[in-house]
Each structure stands twice: as structure tokens, then as C-alpha cells.
């Protein structure tokens, strides 16, 4: 068996990825570090939601640095907690590294943005239904057609 795309162009995959969520931040970020902050924090308030098996139902759907970003530093024994409001939860993710985050408001939003132009729609669409309707909200991004959400070839 070959060497799964995602794994064998990963730099290009998560430097693609990394550049739509900055573009859909807007100016505020400023640098990839910057970008890769804001969406660290989005994955680990998502996570925080999840059971051990949704997290990795999950992660097997994201692209391989994505997928590494969201197990890094998991403790897999921690509660489930329940999904807030959204701008809880964008709030949560700017608590992140406080020192050097400036993460806009929209970061979910654009997150998701980022997320869908990335995985195969089908696979995520099925997954996050499984998880449960806040799954989906979550990673919803509202006013933005499927066109423009279809997954990109790198």
C-alpha cells in the first residue's frame, strides 16, 4: 500500500489549511504562528466536548497535522464538557497561550472555513452527525456557499 497522501505532503497540506484560516481571520494574524494558536485553541474547545471515541472518530476525518494537533497534550480521562454559547467557547479558545494570542472573534467560524476546504465533506458531515446537532452547529459556517467549501486540491 502507498504512503497516504496526507501524511507524504503534510507540510503542504497544514501550510494550505493554515493560510485559508488566516485569510478568513483577516488581518488581525498577522503569521502562521498567529493562525496556528487561534486554530489550536478552537480544536482543544472542541475536544474538551468529546468522549475518547468521538475524539478520534474525529481526528481520523482531519488532515495528519491537524489530527496530531488535536491528541497533543489530550488528557483522554477528563469529563466531557458541554457545548456553551458560541462566544464561550471563542472565548475559551482565546485562553490559549493569553501571552501571544490574538485570536479574532470569528475564529471558529473561520476554523471551520479552513476544516471543510480540507476533508472529504461526506466523512465529516457523517462524523459530526454521530457526535450529535452541537457537533454540527460547531463547525457550521454560516453565509458561505458549498461551492466555496469544497475541498481543495493542493
Known amino acids: 500500500m502507498p504512503m497516504p497522501w496526507s501524511y507524504k505532503h503534510s507540510e503542504k497540506e497544514f501550510k494550505s489549511f493554515l493560510k485559508d ?8 494574524l498577522e503569521s502562521d504562528n ?8 478552537v480544536l482543544h474547545v472542541f475536544r474538551r466536548r468529546l468522549t475518547p471515541p468521538q475524539v ?22 477528563a469529563v466531557p464538557l458541554p457545548f456553551g454559547s458560541r462566544s464561550e467557547m471563542i472565548r475559551e479558545a482565546q485562553e490559549l497561550r493569553q501571552n501571544h494570542n490574538i485570536t479574532p472573534l ?22 459530526l452527525a454521530q457526535i450529535g446537532p452541537e457537533a454540527v452547529t460547531f463547525w457550521h459556517v454560516p453565509g458561505v ?7 481543495q486540491i493542493i
Open 21 to 28: 484560516a488566516r485569510d478568513r481571520m483577516g488581518q488581525v
Open 34 to 41: 498567529m493562525a496556528y494558536t487561534a486554530v489550536d485553541g
Open 56 to 77: 478520534i472518530a474525529f481526528g481520523d476525518v482531519l488532515p495528519s497535522t491537524l489530527r496530531a494537533m488535536l491528541v497533543y497534550g489530550w488528557k483522554v480521562d
Open 106 to 127: 470569528n475564529v471558529i467560524e473561520a476554523t471551520g472555513y479552513a476544516i471543510w476546504r480540507h476533508v472529504n465533506h461526506q466523512d465529516l458531515a457523517r462524523v
Open 145 to 151: 456557499s458549498a461551492k466555496e467549501l469544497q475541498q
